[in-house]
């Protein structure tokens, strides 16, 4: 007959993978984007996870591979924001609104997930700026999409040429990643993500519209 032991029973539950690698992930982040990459620590990491450090080399393999994984992860967060802040029959102005929300809610909801994406991964080179360089096209293909449909649907009596519209994607990302950058800086004064989005939409509505019918700013002597 078995009998179950009372250390048996005492026993915790071993943890599934997949939550043990999500604290992981969880606690280098946090590191990361508090140490930076080449000061954080295997051993912080580790000890804020709750695991032992060669446990985190078992699942995560080195400290180049962890980052990748947490920039990989983050980056693949705030897309999913995004997409998902978008509603497809909103209004034109609508969509590209709900977007900059999305970014800026996430942003600012996620400031260590941000931090690693938008200042450390950028400042060590390969294989890193690759990774937040494959989120940036994302980025600018959703709003270079949203650009495009915002001009059709807003009655654009003047055609964008495509490469218009890229270089309109690409300064926009870049604006909303410096305003979100700047707005997590603010240290008990950061703005609201709808103020922060507000500001952008402002700036980015009025001239879309502008040059969707033709009103375009032409410098003298040109």
């Known amino acids: 007959m078995f009998v179950v032991t009372a250390a048996a ?19 280098a982040v946090a590191v990361f984007a508090r140490r930076g990459y080449r000061a954080a620590s295997m051993d912080e990491i580790a000890e804020l996870a709750g695991a032992s450090k060669p446990l985190v080399y078992l699942y995560l393999n080195s400290k180049e591979d962890l980052f990748s994984a947490c920039i990989r992860r983050e980056a693949e967060a705030l897309i999913a924001a995004v997409r998902a802040a978008v509603d497809p029959g909103a209004p034109a102005d609508r969509r590209l ?15 260590d997930g941000w931090a690693v994406l938008h200042c450390q991964a950028r400042t060590h080179g390969e294989p890193f700026a690759l990774e ?35 270089g309109l994607a ?4 870049g604006a909303a990643e410096s305003l979100a950058g700047w707005s997590n800086e603010r240290d008990g004064a950061a703005s609201s993500e709808q103020e922060t989005a507000a500001t952008l939409m402002n700036f980015a509505w009025t001239g879309l519209e502008n040059m969707a019918h033709g009103r375009r700013w032409i410098p003298i002597g040109a």
């Open 9 to 27: 029973q005492t026993r915790p539950k071993r943890m599934p993978r997949e939550v043990r690698e999500r604290q992981m992930l969880d606690a």
């Open 97 to 111: 609104w709900n977007g900059l929300r999305g970014f800026f809610a996430h942003t600012a909801a996620h400031p």
């Open 132 to 166: 937040v360089g494959a989120l940036r096209q994302q980025l600018v293909d959703v709003v270079t999409q949203l650009i495009t449909e915002t001009a059709a649907d807003g009655g654009c009596t003047a055609p964008l040429p495509e490469t218009e519209v890229a």
């Open 170 to 173: 690409h300064a926009l990302v």
